[in-house]
Protein backbone atom coordinates (compact mmCIF):
# COMPACT_ATOMS: atom_id res chain seq x y z
CA UNK A 1 0.00 0.00 0.00
CA UNK A 2 1.39 3.43 -0.94
CA UNK A 3 0.38 6.10 1.50
CA UNK A 4 -0.35 9.45 -0.65
CA UNK A 5 -0.88 13.35 -0.24
CA UNK A 6 -4.38 13.96 -2.38
CA UNK A 7 -2.51 17.14 -3.92
CA UNK A 8 0.44 15.34 -4.84
CA UNK A 9 -1.03 13.03 -6.76
CA UNK A 10 -2.85 15.91 -8.61
CA UNK A 11 0.45 17.86 -9.26
CA UNK A 12 1.55 14.93 -10.70
CA UNK A 13 -1.41 14.33 -13.14
CA UNK A 14 -0.85 18.43 -13.80
CA UNK A 15 2.85 17.72 -14.76
CA UNK A 16 1.57 14.49 -16.62
CA UNK A 17 -0.89 16.93 -18.64
CA UNK A 18 1.63 20.00 -19.35
CA UNK A 19 4.13 17.15 -20.50
CA UNK A 20 7.21 17.79 -18.17
CA UNK A 21 9.86 15.32 -17.72
CA UNK A 22 10.55 13.87 -14.10
CA UNK A 23 13.79 13.64 -12.73
CA UNK A 24 15.03 13.20 -9.41
CA UNK A 25 14.60 16.84 -7.69
CA UNK A 26 17.63 18.17 -5.43
CA UNK A 27 16.03 17.20 -2.02
CA UNK A 28 16.02 13.91 -2.99
CA UNK A 29 11.81 13.26 -2.71
CA UNK A 30 10.00 10.72 -4.77
CA UNK A 31 8.05 12.61 -7.66
CA UNK A 32 10.15 11.08 -10.04
CA UNK A 33 8.75 7.49 -8.74
CA UNK A 34 5.49 7.89 -8.22
CA UNK A 35 5.06 9.90 -11.58
CA UNK A 36 7.01 6.90 -13.31
CA UNK A 37 4.95 4.30 -11.79
CA UNK A 38 1.35 6.46 -12.49
CA UNK A 39 2.50 6.94 -15.90
CA UNK A 40 3.07 2.94 -15.75
CA UNK A 41 -0.35 2.27 -14.56
CA UNK A 42 -3.44 3.49 -12.82
CA UNK A 43 -4.28 0.23 -11.16
CA UNK A 44 -2.75 0.33 -8.09
CA UNK A 45 -3.70 0.46 -4.75
CA UNK A 46 -3.12 3.87 -2.45
CA UNK A 47 -3.91 5.25 1.09
CA UNK A 48 -4.63 8.89 0.84
CA UNK A 49 -3.30 10.20 3.95
CA UNK A 50 -2.92 14.30 5.06
CA UNK A 51 0.59 13.99 6.51
CA UNK A 52 4.04 12.79 5.29
CA UNK A 53 3.64 10.51 2.22
CA UNK A 54 5.74 7.75 0.26
CA UNK A 55 6.86 11.28 -1.63
CA UNK A 56 7.92 12.61 1.43
CA UNK A 57 9.11 9.51 2.80
CA UNK A 58 13.15 10.09 1.19
CA UNK A 59 12.98 13.70 0.70
CA UNK A 60 16.19 16.07 3.07
CA UNK A 61 13.06 18.19 4.36
CA UNK A 62 11.19 15.48 6.01
CA UNK A 63 12.58 15.90 9.55
CA UNK A 64 12.37 13.17 12.36
CA UNK A 65 9.37 14.22 13.60
CA UNK A 66 7.71 12.92 10.42
CA UNK A 67 7.00 16.69 9.69
CA UNK A 68 8.12 18.79 6.43
CA UNK A 69 10.32 21.43 7.84
CA UNK A 70 9.80 23.40 4.51
CA UNK A 71 8.05 26.66 3.73
CA UNK A 72 6.62 28.15 0.44
CA UNK A 73 8.68 30.33 -0.56
CA UNK A 74 6.28 32.07 -3.38
CA UNK A 75 4.47 33.67 -0.41
CA UNK A 76 5.60 36.06 2.28
CA UNK A 77 6.01 35.93 4.96
CA UNK A 78 6.55 32.25 4.20
CA UNK A 79 4.42 30.00 5.02
CA UNK A 80 4.96 26.65 6.64
CA UNK A 81 5.04 24.19 4.12
CA UNK A 82 3.32 21.22 6.17
CA UNK A 83 0.97 23.65 7.22
CA UNK A 84 -0.32 24.59 3.90
CA UNK A 85 0.08 20.91 2.51
CA UNK A 86 -2.19 20.06 5.50
CA UNK A 87 -4.98 22.64 5.20
CA UNK A 88 -4.62 21.48 1.53
CA UNK A 89 -5.45 17.96 1.61
CA UNK A 90 -8.01 18.30 4.34
CA UNK A 91 -10.12 20.77 1.75
CA UNK A 92 -9.39 18.23 -0.60
CA UNK A 93 -10.49 15.41 0.84
CA UNK A 94 -13.47 17.34 2.17
CA UNK A 95 -15.07 18.44 -1.18
CA UNK A 96 -14.36 14.85 -2.43
CA UNK A 97 -16.21 13.29 0.53
CA UNK A 98 -13.14 11.75 1.01
CA UNK A 99 -11.75 10.40 4.91
CA UNK A 100 -7.98 10.70 5.89
CA UNK A 101 -6.89 7.16 5.35
CA UNK A 102 -9.24 6.22 2.55
CA UNK A 103 -8.01 3.47 0.51
CA UNK A 104 -8.91 3.00 -3.41
CA UNK A 105 -7.30 2.55 -6.33
CA UNK A 106 -5.31 5.83 -8.23
CA UNK A 107 -7.93 4.96 -11.31
CA UNK A 108 -10.88 5.29 -8.87
CA UNK A 109 -9.21 8.36 -7.46
CA UNK A 110 -8.99 10.22 -10.88
CA UNK A 111 -12.09 9.03 -11.93
CA UNK A 112 -13.28 10.91 -8.72
CA UNK A 113 -11.22 13.79 -9.54
CA UNK A 114 -12.54 14.00 -13.06
CA UNK A 115 -16.15 14.82 -11.59
CA UNK A 116 -14.67 17.54 -10.11
CA UNK A 117 -13.23 18.79 -13.38
CA UNK A 118 -13.82 21.73 -13.67
CA UNK A 119 -14.06 22.89 -9.92
CA UNK A 120 -11.19 21.52 -8.10
CA UNK A 121 -8.77 23.58 -9.93
CA UNK A 122 -10.77 26.38 -6.94
CA UNK A 123 -8.95 24.38 -4.18
CA UNK A 124 -5.67 22.80 -5.71
CA UNK A 125 -4.35 25.96 -7.23
CA UNK A 126 -1.09 26.53 -5.66
CA UNK A 127 0.25 30.29 -4.98
CA UNK A 128 2.01 31.91 -8.07
CA UNK A 129 0.00 29.74 -9.94
CA UNK A 130 -3.01 30.38 -12.85
CA UNK A 131 -6.23 28.64 -12.07
CA UNK A 132 -6.52 28.00 -15.79
CA UNK A 133 -3.08 26.92 -16.43
CA UNK A 134 -3.83 24.38 -13.28
CA UNK A 135 -7.37 23.52 -14.75
CA UNK A 136 -6.13 22.68 -18.44
CA UNK A 137 -2.56 20.71 -17.36
CA UNK A 138 -5.66 18.80 -14.73
CA UNK A 139 -7.19 17.84 -17.77
CA UNK A 140 -5.32 17.04 -20.41
CA UNK A 141 -3.57 14.61 -17.44
CA UNK A 142 -6.38 13.11 -16.75
CA UNK A 143 -7.50 13.07 -20.31
CA UNK A 144 -4.28 10.84 -21.08
CA UNK A 145 -4.20 8.75 -17.93
CA UNK A 146 -8.04 7.61 -18.06
CA UNK A 147 -8.34 6.63 -21.42
CA UNK A 148 -5.14 5.01 -21.96
CA UNK A 149 -6.57 2.77 -19.55
CA UNK A 150 -9.66 2.48 -20.17
CA UNK A 151 -11.23 -0.89 -21.32
CA UNK A 152 -12.66 -0.95 -24.60
CA UNK A 153 -16.44 0.02 -24.16
CA UNK A 154 -16.16 1.66 -21.32
CA UNK A 155 -17.48 5.75 -21.30
CA UNK A 156 -15.68 7.88 -19.33
CA UNK A 157 -16.58 12.00 -19.29
CA UNK A 158 -14.35 13.50 -21.69
CA UNK A 159 -12.16 16.04 -19.84
S1 LIG B 1 6.01 18.13 1.53
FE1 LIG B 1 8.02 18.61 2.48
S2 LIG B 1 8.85 16.61 3.06
FE2 LIG B 1 7.22 16.23 1.58
S3 LIG B 1 8.25 16.14 -0.40
FE3 LIG B 1 7.54 18.28 -0.11
S4 LIG B 1 9.31 19.33 0.79
FE4 LIG B 1 9.67 17.14 1.04
Redesign the pocket.
Known sequence: MVDL?PH?LLDIVTSIGHGHDFTPHP?G???HVVASKTLAGIDWKARFVIG??E??RP????GKDGL???VLRQVQPHLS??HY?DSLDARLMACLGMKQGAEMTVREFLELINRHVPGIENICTHPGEAKSERLDGLAKGLSRLLKRGTMQGEIIQDV
Do not use: E, G
Open positions: RHYHNVADICCSHLCNDKQN
